[in-house]
């Protein structure tokens, strides 16, 4: 059975760093893109990275660009989201989702598999 595991998420002050981690199981990553997504309460969910399968090409919304950096480790069968620099407008829940594809997207609709999500809160 395909599975996503999201951890890594919690309470960190503004200007903090976050690593969250996807953990798949059920199918082999490297055949898959993979995204990040988040969504605040009362908001949409929000496409914030993608990285494709094969040459790793990554993408990024521009509310997080230079802060986050997504990474895969196929052999871990784990994906990683680097938050730096975090704000307070970047709590939310995060959710990592698999696409059975080449290349990300940061669209959720293009996602057939998802996590079950994490919770990130900046406050001081």
């Known amino acids: 059975q395909l599975q996503l595991v999201e951890s890594g998420g919690g309470l960190v002050q503004p200007g903090g760093s976050l690593r969250l981690s996807c953990a798949v199981s059920g199918f082999t990553l490297r055949y898959y893109a993979i995204g990040w997504f988040r969504q605040a309460p009362g908001k949409e969910r929000e496409g914030i990275s993608s990285i494709s399968r094969g040459d790793g090409r990554t993408n990024y919304a521009d509310s997080v660009k230079g802060r986050f950096t997504i990474s895969r480790d196929n052999a871990k069968n784990t994906v990683y989201l680097q938050m730096n620099s975090l704000k307070p407008e970047d709590t939310a829940a995060y959710y990592c989702?698999?696409?059975?594809?080449?290349?990300?997207?940061?669209?959720?609709?293009?996602?057939?598999?998802w996590g079950q999500g994490t919770q990130v809160t900046v406050s001081s």
């Open positions: 989702a698999a696409r059975f594809d080449i290349s990300g997207d940061l669209s959720p609709e293009a996602y057939a598999y």
